[in-house]
T-cell receptor
Framework: QKEVEQDPGPLSVPEGAIVSLNCTYS??????FMWYRQYSRKGPELLMY????GNKEDGRFTAQVDKSSKYISLFIRDSQPSDSATYLC??????????FGTGTSLTVIP | GAVVSQHPSWVICKSGTSVKIECRSL??????MFWYRQFPKQSLMLMAT?????????EQGVEKDKFLINHASLTLSTLTVTSAHPEDSSFYIC???????????FGPGTRLTVT
């Protein structure tokens, strides 16, 4: 079983839709949770960072962590064509070793 | 937010030559930096973790004599691909973790093509 599972998609939504991206994990010791956005031929960009459980909101983005279910989510409201990218979840126990999902490819259609 | 730069952004070299890629943390000191490799439409593959002033820790299957990593200062790590071959052609990305924080910040990546 992989440490982190993420549906690769691809996911295609109309502009303005709410997008839900998810990852599940197996290691209950994870306490740092991150979402990255990666455009083609670019390095990943940190979107959201959460420590332990709970929700975090930043503009159109909301990150949720449910440690009891070992499940994290990223919601994108009012999605825009510029949101079209690959989204990677990542998590860590101590910040010294990171485990990544395989990434979900998202296309927002104008 | 924390900024990490990489240089060069792309490089073409001949088979058998060596290439050095630089990774710098611009606005923070990074005791730990990471080097990744990414193939098209695939996720990141960790190559090695480097800690300032000590030897890098390589992942299983990564040749340490081929991929030389030097983390000589708190803001600079270098990856040297020695005796490059066409199969080394890939997208190389570094990242850095600010001290006492749990997240890492990525550089823009370096595209290496070996002819």
């Amino acid at each position: 079983q992989k440490e982190v599972e993420q549906d690769p998609g691809p996911l295609s939504v109309p502009e303005g839709a709410i997008v839900s991206l998810n990852c599940t994990y197996s290691n209950s010791a994870f306490q740092y949770f991150m979402w990255y956005r990666q455009y083609s031929r670019k390095g990943p960009e940190l979107l959201m960072y959460t420590y332990s459980s709970g929700n975090k909101e930043d503009g159109r983005f909301t990150a949720q962590v449910d440690k009891s279910s070992k499940y994290i989510s990223l919601f994108i409201r009012d999605s825009q064509p510029s949101d079209s990218a690959t989204y990677l979840c990542a998590m860590s126990v101590t910040g010294n070793q990171f485990y990544f999902g395989t990434g979900t490819s998202l296309t927002v259609i104008p | 937010g924390a900024v990490v730069s990489q240089h060069p952004s792309w490089v073409i070299c001949k088979s058998g030559t060596s290439v050095k890629i630089e990774c710098r943390s611009l606005d923070f000191q990074a005791t730990t930096m990471f080097w990744y490799r990414q193939f098209p439409k695939q996720s990141l593959m960790l190559m090695a973790t480097s800690n300032e002033g000590s030897k890098a820790t390589y992942e299983q299957g990564v040749e340490k004599d081929k991929f030389l990593i030097n983390h000589a200062s708190l803001t600079l790590s270098t990856l040297t691909v020695t005796s490059a071959h066409p199969e080394d052609s890939s997208f190389y990305i570094c990242s850095a973790r600010p001290p006492q924080l749990g997240e890492q910040y990525f550089g823009p990546g370096t595209r290496l093509t070996v002819t």
